[in-house]
């Protein structure tokens, strides 16, 4: 089931909602090789089937350039309990990357951050997970980050060399998109 405009496509779409679908699950676009939206349906049906989506990475660092990193919480589906970039998640149907951006770094951190700078754009692909991703840094934070335990046991600071040796001493304790954040030279970038 896609829904496109105002419209709502496939086999169940006059029979309810799919076994398996939240009746209020957030609804995400689905989009083609070109970020073009095709549709919108429930996140989790975008990952089961592995369809091209929008997601954003929003970096925090403090007034010491070190950058916050969340330590999932251990309930999560991915990469439970493994250290991960400052606040991420997925666009919603509506939203821009940066409204989502803005969104995310509330939710997981519970910071009020209005101004974002876009550090990089990174295509779909299967290392993504098929999502187009928008890398944001929200500057300088002069407030400690708050982690929502939903979605983050704790959080630290770290300096670029303490980074560079837990991706490379420690992978196991990291999620892959940090590792290949750190290793595109992403992180600190500027």
Not at 159 to 182: M, N, Q
């Amino acid at each position: 089931m896609v829904i496109a405009g105002d419209q709502l496509f496939g086999a169940r779409a006059n029979a309810g909602a799919s076994p398996g679908w939240e009746k209020n699950a957030r609804l995400v676009e689905v989009v083609d090789h070109f970020n073009r939206p095709m549709g919108a349906m429930p996140l989790r049906e975008v990952h089961r089937q592995g369809l091209m989506h929008r997601a954003v990475v929003v970096l925090v660092f403090d007034t010491e350039n070190r950058v916050y990193l969340q330590k999932r919480n251990r309930l999560r589906t991915l990469y439970p309990g493994r250290w991960d970039v400052s606040a991420g998640g997925h666009v919603l149907l509506g939203e821009s990357f940066l409204e989502a951006g803005v969104r995310e770094i509330h939710e997981e951190l519970g910071l009020h951050v209005e101004l974002l700078r876009l550090t990089a754009e990174i295509p779909a692909a299967p290392e993504t997970g098929n999502e187009f991703l928008e890398v944001f840094v929200a500057g300088h934070v002069h407030q400690a980050p708050c982690p929502n335990p939903a979605e983050a046991e704790e959080g630290f600071f770290y300096t670029p060399d303490e980074l560079s040796c837990l991706v490379r001493d420690f992978r196991e304790l990291i999620t892959p998109g940090l590792a290949s954040f750190h290793e595109r030279g992403l992180i600190f970038a500027g």
